[in-house]
């Protein structure tokens, strides 16, 4: 596989996570069990300053990845600023399919609100794992990683409940479901991340073979003529 290609392809594993943890933040957002801890920032910073929910979560995506640039002394990949734009894009689109509606009872609502974190964590595994890369959030998340060696799941935890409780002094949106996802998240991502990895590295040393196989057949044809 020639580089363009591998780009492409690799592009293509990062368009398809974000599709996917974009679908995981609609069921999350839908469960109606509770704000993520980044959305409850955001609300409660629209509800004290002002401007939108969406402006607040581009803004505060800056700070972060300017945060994390710092932290790992290196220029944010294209792939940081796409998340910013194209998550936003996904989750506008999901909200308008029809079936997509808040479930009628309860044990409905924490299915889907189980689903959508399961979900949105392999979306996040996948995306990360394709090395466009990562949204400034995990981007953050990474930097922290790489420059103290903590775990992931770790990292991740302590900055939910880090947002989370700047986000409820706001006056954000607060609920069970926020106070879990933040236990938990950090734990799925640990989980998914290395599982992402190792798929997406496998279905590139297998479309290398693929094309290494291909070539030497063209030349054993070529050289029997």
Known sequence: MDKRKSIIAR?????????IMSL???????ADLGA?????????LYEQLGLTIGSWSILIGCIVLLSSSILSRKIPKVGA??????????IDLYML???MKTPDTLIGKIIMFLVGMVVMAYGMGLYIAAGIGAGPRDSLMLAVNERTGWK????RRAMEIVVLAIGWQLGGPVYYGTIFFSLSIGTLVGIALPQCQKTVDYLMEKAVSVKKTISTNEIDRGAKL
Not at 84 to 90: A, K, S, Y
């Open 36 to 44: 993520t801890p980044w959305d409850v920032l955001h609300v409660g």
């Open 152 to 155: 992931i799941s770790h990292v």
């Open 24 to 30: 995981g933040i609609v069921f999350l957002i839908l």
């Open 81 to 90: 600023y796409l998340n910013m734009l194209l998550v936003g894009f996904f």
């Open 97 to 99: 399919l029809p079936f």
């Open 11 to 19: 592009f293509a594993f990062f368009i398809v996570g974000l599709l």
